[in-house]
Every structure is written in C-alpha cells, then in structure tokens.
C-alpha cells in the first residue's frame, strides 16, 4: 500500500507540474481557471487509482471526489496542498496521501513535485525523504528555533485569526515562517529542516501524512493544549519534542 501511495503521489505530482506549464502561458483569469481544473483532476486521478487498487476502502477527499464505506480503512487526500502558492506560482506545494485503518494513521505520503523530495512514513517503519531516513531537529530551546504557522482562510473575519499567537512567538524564536502548505511545514518538521509547526482550523486532508511523518521521525504531536490530536482536531502542534512543551505554554497565555 506505502508503494502504491508512492506512485500515485508522484503521478499526481505530474499532472501539477504539467498544469504549473499551462497556467504560465496564460492570461490572469483563466490561469486562476487552470488552478481549479488542476486541483479537481489531481484528486480524481488519485480517487480512481484507490477505487481501481482497493475498492473497498473509503476515501475522504479535499474537492468532494471521495466514497463514504464501511471499511477498517479511510485513505484522507489533499490532491494540491499549497492552491494558493501554485495559483500565484510561489514554488511551495504539494501532494498529499495518508491511509488510515481502524482510525489509526498507518501510512502517508507528501510529494513536492518542484524539488522532487518524496516524503513517506509507515506506522512503525520510520520516515523517509526519497531514500534518506529522516529525523526531527534537536533544538533544545524556543529561543533557539524556526518554526512555522499557518493563518485560517476566514482571517479577516475572525479575531480567532493567530495573529496574538503569531506576534509572540515570533518574539520568542529565531523565526516564524508562514509558507501556504500544512503538508510541506508538516514534511519540514519531519526532516528538521525547521523545530515546530502550529496552526488552527486545518482539515484532516492537510494533516494526516505530514503528522505521521513527524511521529515516525521522532517528533511529538498534539492538539494546542498538549492533549493528544487527531487529524479531526483542527488544532495541531507538531515539533521535535524538546520544545513542546515551551511552545504548548506560549499558545497558551
Ligand atoms: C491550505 C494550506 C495552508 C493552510 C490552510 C490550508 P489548501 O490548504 O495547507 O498552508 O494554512 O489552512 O487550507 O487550501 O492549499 O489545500
Ligand atoms: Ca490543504
Ligand atoms: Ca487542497
């Protein structure tokens, strides 16, 4: 099942690099189009590789292109993670593929189509970027870290936006980074390329495969009051564990 996630994931990957081609020679309208199409065709390409591989398995789907089942297995997609980066052709997105059975996250993959880094992880087996066992950072201290948020699509109509949580934090670290894909940030955890990731009102599709990337690699997962999460707690702290618990604190206060 790891290797089939894989393959489709690196399937989708194409078709959003061959979509990123046709965007670019467009006008500004129907380039916007072209994000949409893409973002639909990505999904239904990965949706009837699981029908045609595991027809028994439900899949819940970002664009509405899932199956509802009785099944011990639920594959959770994000067919672009990253739209509004790849509608403006800021280089930072992605595929995203988890499978889970009997509510436990088995396995998960995010693609980086751009940079050609595929990230994976098996429940138990550990987390990989392409053939490259990865591991979380072992920043000691907030001070000492970069971290990474993420700010709710209804920003501007809600004072529950982040932004107290974002000012502080941004004081405490050496950096905040808000790059547009929960995935990716999620993947970036996972190979320690940065300490931490937090954000609210995220979808089980954003989350899945980068969290267990980050369990798999070492790190430490739960919701923002240091309980543990699940993909359907739309409030995520994942980091390299020494810093939970200082950053579960500055959420807090
Ligand atoms: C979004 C990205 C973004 C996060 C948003 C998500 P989308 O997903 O993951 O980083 O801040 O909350 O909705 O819409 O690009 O698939
Ligand atoms: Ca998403
Ligand atoms: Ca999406």
Redesign the pocket.
Known sequence: MLSFAIETARRAGALLMAGLERRRSLELKSAYEVVTEV?RESEALIVSAIRHAFPDHAILA?EGGGIERTSPFLWLI?????????AHGFPF?AVSIALMEDGELRLGVVFDPLRDELFSAERGAGAWRNDQRLRVSDTPALAASLVS?????DFATTTDNNTRQFTRIQARTQGVR????????LAYVASGRLDAHW?L???P??TAAGALLVLEAGGRLSDWRGQPWNPWNDRLVASNGRIHDELIAALAE
């Not at 994000?78 to 790849?86: A, I, K, Q, S, W």
């Open positions: 973002d970002e994000d067919p672009l993670d990253g739209t509004n980066n790849y997105f948020t993420g700010f709710p699509y808000r790059a547009g894909s929960a995935a990716l940030d954000e009102r995220l979808k599709w954003d």
